[in-house]
């Protein structure tokens, strides 16, 4: 996923565009295509990844925002090939932080990741108006835009550079463009441990009135990266 500061926004350098594949998607969140039928989604923030472009081809009513969308696809294109080869190259370094089964092997990986980017990017030339720039916490949509939001690999992941305050603001926008739930995977930080005020969150949700519960999910690449939050607004 893409990962930026604010006052960085138009610094292509300094964002990350690597995503991850529709299936991918499926299982990280625990959900099926039919699951999603019928529902407005929003994909946030989604990077490189291939679940806007490929669930639009299926039927499905997906839309992406990052702050990356502010360059032109074909930057982000060009920008997503060098950062897939430098990821691949830390893996090596790496690699025994990570379970390979669903990969089998750096190859594998890339494989994956090389077929995000190739499907994101060409979709978003077909479908701009499908990939919306935003800068978080503030999203340009109105209230309950949206009945179902996934968020991958940004909030709690980052806990290193991007504090409380910032994931609850985030969260807190998440919650007023979704109508029914919302759900965040995974639930560590890029040491693999749990987010440390993931708790503290929890409880300020539930005030809210919100339905809040961890959830096991079927992938694992990030050892101990393996939950999800689904948050269901009452």
């Excluded at 006052?7 to 499926?26: A, M, N, V």
């Excluded at 077909?126 to 949206?146: G, H, I, Q, W």
């Excluded at 926008?173 to 708790?199: A, C, H, N, S, W």
Aim: with cysteine.
């Amino acid at each position: 996923m893409s990962r930026v500061e604010q006052s960085t926004k138009l610094d292509l350098e300094r964002i990350i565009f690597i995503g991850r594949t529709f299936e991918e998607y499926l299982d990280m969140f625990l959900l099926s295509k039919e699951d999603l039928e019928g529902k407005k989604i929003l994909d946030c923030p989604s990077g490189a990844c291939s679940f806007t472009a490929v669930g639009n081809s299926l039927g499905l009513d997906v839309t992406a925002c990052d702050i990356a969308y502010y360059h032109s696809g074909e930057d982000l294109r060009r920008k997503g090939l060098q950062d897939i080869e430098h990821a691949m190259n830390h893996m090596i370094k790496a690699k025994s932080n990570y379970k390979w089964d669903y990969f089998e092997d750096i190859e594998g990986l890339r494989e994956h990741r090389l077929r995000a980017l190739k499907d994101c990017a060409n979709h978003m030339v077909k479908s701009s108006d499908r990939y919306v720039p935003v800068t978080l916490p503030s999203l340009p949509f109105v209230d309950e835009a949206f009945d179902v939001l996934l968020s991958a690999h940004f909030l709690f992941m980052y806990a290193d550079r991007l504090d409380y305050e910032f994931h609850l603001k985030t969260i807190n926008e998440l919650l007023r463009v979704t109508k029914e739930e919302i759900r965040i995977f995974p639930l560590v930080d890029l040491e693999g441990q749990r987010y440390e005020y993931l708790d503290k969150i929890k409880g300020y949700l539930a005030k809210k009135g919100c339905t809040v519960e961890e959830t096991k999910v079927p992938y694992e690449f990030q050892k101990n990266a393996n939950s999800m939050l689904i948050i269901k607004k009452e």
